[in-house]
């Protein structure tokens, strides 16, 4: 499928000048020009790390005995004693854990932590999700490995309880920087934890995971065509997909959407520092075409943005 990240059509949608007046010694009105200048890539990238690095929980734990960590939301993560290795030699003594999971979509847009899966087929799919985690663990700064797996176990209410089909998926960074899931055959399952339902999992590495299901949407799908401001790109803007009434799941435009699929399509990109942000709220029509312009932009930091999104009906 083509992935429209990559073919934004570029249309002239705003000037690149805003103009404003000022009276002059003999009392003509002389112009004002401000140069509007688009942010960088690299800051545009800054910011979703930073939103990103902002989710971050951390803890210390000896490796001979492993960790039983219970998260901010409720998530117990199990690894066990001696199943640590750098440079594939055990690793003893103190090492440090970093956790990240993302349930919402105000936080899985200001992260780009996106909810887009392949199937057995190598087709592209929305997916819900029941939580993303990025999981890894650290000695003096140096990454290590997993030697024998690890258990999680994500409370089902968090993203409003279980959802039929879920199964565990590992993530992939491609080429145009989407997060990717790949469904897994490990070992999931839905049971009590600690007097709630869960779901149940045991991961084999480091990295992404997450708890997912693919959406079964109906034919016939189309394209969206998106025409962005004039100086914005693939590289200094993201272009998402927010389904009206789901909660657990965002999507970067990666092909085809339902016909008659209600959805917020949200602009983003970078500016001083805060997040340059555009909403538009639609109904899919075959061929359907969305131009954001610059005077319908707004900037938020990354905690208004967050809560911005989940706001969204």
């Not at 932590?113 to 799919?125: I, L, P």
């Not at 999680?152 to 145009?176: A, L, R």
Request: net charge negative; proline share 4%; charged share 20%.
């Amino acid at each position: 499928m083509k992935n429209l990240r990559n073919t934004f059509t570029l249309l002239v949608a705003t000037f690149i000048l805003i103009t404003s007046c000022s009276i002059s010694d003999d009392g003509d009105f002389d112009p004002i020009v401000d140069t509007f200048t688009p942010p960088t890539a690299a800051a545009f990238k800054a910011m979703q790390e930073d939103a990103f690095n902002n989710l971050k929980q951390n803890a210390s734990f000896n490796a001979e005995d492993g960790i039983t960590f219970e998260s901010e939301a409720g998530v117990m993560l199990t690894i066990w004693g001696n199943c640590l290795s750098l440079n594939g030699d055990p690793v003893t003594g103190q090492v440090d854990l970093e956790f990240v999971e993302v349930f919402d979509r105000g936080n899985m847009l200001t992260t780009n932590a996106t909810t887009v899966g392949k199937d057995e087929n190598d087709e592209m799919g929305q997916l819900i999700s029941g939580g993303e985690f990025h999981i890894k663990a650290f000695q003096n700064g140096e990454e290590l490995t997993l030697d024998c797996g690890m258990m999680i176990s994500v409370p089902v209410d968090i993203t409003g309880g279980e959802v039929p089909g879920m199964g565990p998926f590992v993530g992939e960074i491609d080429d145009d920087g989407n997060l990717v899931w790949l469904p897994q055959n490990t070992e999931f399952w839905v049971g009590e934890h600690q007097g709630s339902q869960a779901y149940n999992a045991f991961i084999e590495n480091f990295g992404w995971f997450n708890c997912d299901v693919f959406i079964a949407d109906p034919d016939p799908k189309t394209e969206i065509q998106i025409s962005v401001p004039q100086g914005f790109d693939n590289n200094n803007s993201s272009v998402y997909l927010a389904r009206v009434g789901e909660s657990s799941s965002l999507a970067f435009l990666y092909g085809e959407f339902p016909i008659g699929l209600e959805a917020h399509i949200i602009f983003l990109s970078e500016h001083e520092g805060d997040f340059r942000y555009a909403i538009q709220t639609i109904t899919v029509e075959d061929g359907q075409q969305i131009v954001f312009t610059l005077e319908e932009t707004n900037i938020a930091s990354i905690e208004d943005l967050t809560q911005i999104i989940n706001d969204l009906p």
